[in-house]
């Protein structure tokens, strides 16, 4: 069950940004255990949708070909079942610990190892004790996706299936042996629907509380930036459409944790933005025309965006890759997603609006109005 729950919290959770929750239940009369799964997908409303998230667990079992199978004519091959040609070992995907792809040492050519628990093991030392040169097929929900030969006894309970495959095709192979590395199937055994109350109310606080906070820095740069505060304004827009795109697109569930990495990436592009004008008001005060100065300070500005936002994405890499907890993964992918965004609108919207809007300046033809209208403060 622990290893059903992890492979499902896989399957609906692939970038780890839907935060659900997979847990066992278990229940029942004395002498009677059941156990259920129980798993809590945030944002689905269709159930129908969510059992096609969660999808069946495939099951693997070993299977050897009856006596006198091999005897049978094409008409009655055509005609024949699985069940008719194969018989069941016993041995099944809970058996199995692990599938991994390996590559011979003398041919370099792609091999499939597996490995089995114990008792597998001795399961399996068993089925090729007694059918050395027959074929084991390997079959997945029921379709045969390798015949291997047993080319002698194996007690260690450790395989290798060598063949004529490629290293993609050994590479399937692998991923569909770990797949149906569970013990048994499930199936849905009920649905329910809950409405949101609280987390509705938290959502819209959550909203106003963000459409605040925007305006409130908008009216902070506007004021103190001037006109490259209005841009700035502009760009951050841009960078709040672009996430929300990608957001859809992935698609990301916005959970508490990925509000937080939202919000924080947004400060950081605010961040870039005044790098930028303190660099560009620095190169007016030197002297510099316009166009000039706003061309020296995004120069001098990117090498402090680009190793700050460098090592933020570092940082969400390394919290990705190691996370424990969806919540965790969750914050660092929205995080690091809204950190490369934030760099690109900084070092292209920025750049191109600002540009736009001071190529006319030529030299002291500026005058006192443009350096007011792109310096900042209570000072000119």
Known sequence: MTSLANVVEKRVNLFGVSEPIVQIEKGGVIGQTAHRLIVELPGVT?????????????????????PGADKLTPEERAKATLDDIFVETGLTGRYLSR???????????????????DEGAK??????????GKVLAIFLDGNPISTPVIQTEISSGQAVINGTF????????????NLGALPVPISLSSSQTVGATLGKGALD??????????????????????????????????YVALNLAL???????????????????????????????????????????????IREGFARAWLSIRDSNLSSIITAVILYYFASTPIIKGFALVFGLGVIVSMFTAITASRTLLMAVGADGKGKGEGRLARFFFSSGIRS
């Open 123 to 132: 399961l399996f030392a068993k089925i090729t004790h007694d059918n050395v």
């Open 46 to 66: 269709d159930v129908k949708q969510a059992a096609d998230m969660i999808g069946r667990t495939p099951v693997l079992d070993f299977r050897l070909v009856k």
């Open 99 to 117: 599938a991994s792809l390996e590559f011979d040492q003398t041919t370099y050519a792609p091999r499939v190892a597996l490995r089995f628990n």
């Open 166 to 177: 490629s290293v993609e095709e050994a590479r399937a192979l692998v991923r569909d042996l």
């Open 247 to 293: 957001f859809k697109l992935i698609p990301v569930t916005l959970t508490a944790a990925g509000i937080a990495g939202f919000i924080l990436t947004l400060g950081m592009a605010v961040d870039a933005n005044i790098l930028i004008f303190e660099r560009m008001k620095e190169e007016l005060r030197r002297g510099l025309g316009l166009s000039d100065a």
């Open 205 to 238: 606080a959550s909203l106003f509380a963000g459409m605040v906070a925007f305006i409130a820095v908008g009216i902070f740069l506007v004021l103190w930036y001037r006109v490259p505060g209005i841009i700035a304004v502009i760009a951050l827009a841009i």
